[in-house]
């Protein structure tokens, strides 16, 4: 079936530095995009980042730009999330999550698509002072 | 970014009751749009993909409907486990986006 538990959260103050990860079992971790999510107190769900199989292709939210980095170990089977120069506004519940994503036919052509099918439980993040 | 619009924000409703839950894209996505549900304490769970894939082990209660902008998830017979927020999330492009949720309560 697959899962997936993250660590690495916690307190911080703002400026500072965290590592998150995410470890995998039960399938074949080398063969999945993988993503990071976040939920802040009180608030939706957002998209942070998520990385190709291979760790070639890597996107994220324009908020966090060039202060987290999104990494992965396939030997490992593990995900990190960087996260430097910390916000309060970074404070949330941070999910990985498996992207069981493949293609589909829409108007004669074909397409990617995601289905995040495994979620890890969540790991807290707090920036405050 | 493209904006996805969710409604309702919350509801109230009995078991039995049949939901609707709609979202609106800020521009066409296709059929590139999943439902996700998300309960206190616990990790999202997939429903639907493509708008209209049911995810296996999902109960068949639960059908998503839509395309190019205007989006639907429908619960037929709301059960006591279904109590939780709904979100829908565009995968069209970058970054992905997703709508503001619907918390469905007891009524």
């Known amino acids: 079936e697959g899962q997936l538990v993250e660590s690495g959260g916690g307190l911080v103050q703002p400026g500072g530095s965290l590592r998150l990860s995410c470890a995998a079992s039960?399938?074949?971790?080398?063969?999945?995009?993988m993503m990071w999510f976040r939920q802040a107190p009180g608030k939706g769900l957002e998209w942070v980042a998520n990385?190709?199989?291979?760790?070639?292709?890597?996107h994220y939210v324009d908020s966090v730009m060039g202060r987290f980095t999104i990494s992965r170990d396939n030997a490992k089977n593990s995900l990190f999330l960087q996260m430097n120069s910390l916000r309060a506004e970074d404070t949330a519940v941070y999910y990985c999550?498996?992207?069981?994503?493949?293609?589909?036919?829409?108007?004669?052509?074909?397409?990617?698509?995601?289905?995040?099918?495994?979620w890890g439980q969540g790991t807290m993040v707090t920036v405050s002072s | 970014a493209i904006q996805m619009t969710q409604s309702p924000s919350s509801l109230s409703a009995s078991v039995g009751d049949r939901v609707t839950i709609t979202c609106r894209a800020s521009q066409g996505i296709r059929n590139d749009l999943g439902w996700y549900q998300l309960k206190p304490g616990k990790a999202p769970n997939l429903l639907i993909y493509t708008a209209s894939s049911l995810q296996s082990g999902v109960p068949s209660r639960f059908s998503g409907s839509g395309s190019g902008t205007d989006f639907t998830l429908t619960i037929s017979s709301l059960q006591p486990e279904d109590f939780a927020t709904y979100y829908c999330l565009q995968d069209y492009n970058y970054p992905r986006t997703f709508g503001q949720g619907t918390k469905v309560e007891i009524k």
């Open positions: 990385i190709k199989e291979d760790g070639s292709d890597k």
């Open positions: 999550a498996r992207d069981s994503g493949a293609t589909y036919s829409y108007d004669r052509r074909t397409y990617d698509y995601d289905a995040l099918d495994i």
């Open positions: 039960g399938f074949t971790f080398g063969s999945y995009w």
